[in-house]
């Protein structure tokens, strides 16, 4: 089946460790993003990618990385200098073009203890 | 940053019942405007992506139109079915190539 995957579902870290989450997709898609949900607030952007070995910082970009080696690929590591890591965190991919959707992966919930 | 916005926050509704929510946009840069579902333990599935202004589009009982020159978008459902509970968002496409997201409409259809 076609589609986005992430993983884990759920991840604890203890406070001042680095931790990546997974986001893969077998979709085709050339443009992949990173989502941050906080409770009463909308989706923001983390960093997004138009392309393999391309990507920008979205609006809160401040204590992640990220890298696109592969089209498939676009893992997100929560450094220690992520001051408010805890968050359920979303991957979308989406087709070139302009008036294409964005597909979802399911979400992780990363706590930092 | 753009600022969207949508309202109500959250609706309870009677089985049976039509309802509307809105999103508001800023109408500059703007290539589109979309809408997703969100239903509790699964991912955002998109209903609607809307371009032009005055577009209207329709899947089922659910439909949607754009004003883009005044910067908002009406979500429609008639007759809600307990099905429909979940979380509605709406995103701004713009010349950035970001999206720009409300922060949703819960809805929960009561049978």
Request: proline share 4%.
């Amino acid at each position: 089946d076609g589609g986005i995957t992430q993983s884990p579902k759920y991840l604890f870290r203890k406070e001042g460790q680095n931790v990546t989450l997974s986001c893969e997709q077998n979709l085709n898609h050339d443009a992949m993003y990173w989502y941050r949900q906080d409770p009463g607030q909308g989706l923001r952007l983390i960093y997004y990618s138009q392309i393999v070995n391309d990507f920008q910082k979205g609006d809160i970009a401040e204590g992640y990385s990220v890298s696109r080696e592969k089209k498939e690929s676009f893992p997100l590591t929560v450094t220690s200098a992520q001051k408010n890591p805890t968050a359920f965190y979303l991957c979308a991919s989406k087709a070139s073009g302009l008036y294409n959707e964005q597909f979802f992966g399911p979400g992780t919930r990363l706590t930092v203890l | 940053i753009l600022n969207v916005e949508q309202s109500p926050q959250s609706l309870h509704v009677q089985e049976g019942d039509s309802t509307n929510f809105t999103c508001s946009f800023p109408s500059s840069n703007f290539y589109a405007l979309h809408w997703y579902r969100w239903e509790t333990a699964k991912s955002p599935e998109a209903l609607f992506v809307m371009t032009l202004n005055g577009d209207e589009k329709k899947k089922g009982r659910i439909s949607a139109t754009l004003n883009t020159k005044e910067g908002y978008s009406y979500l429609y459902i008639k007759g809600s079915q307990p099905e429909d509970s979940a979380t509605y968002l709406c995103a701004s496409y713009n010349t950035g190539n970001q999206f720009y997201f409300g922060t949703g409409t819960s809805l929960t259809v009561i049978p």
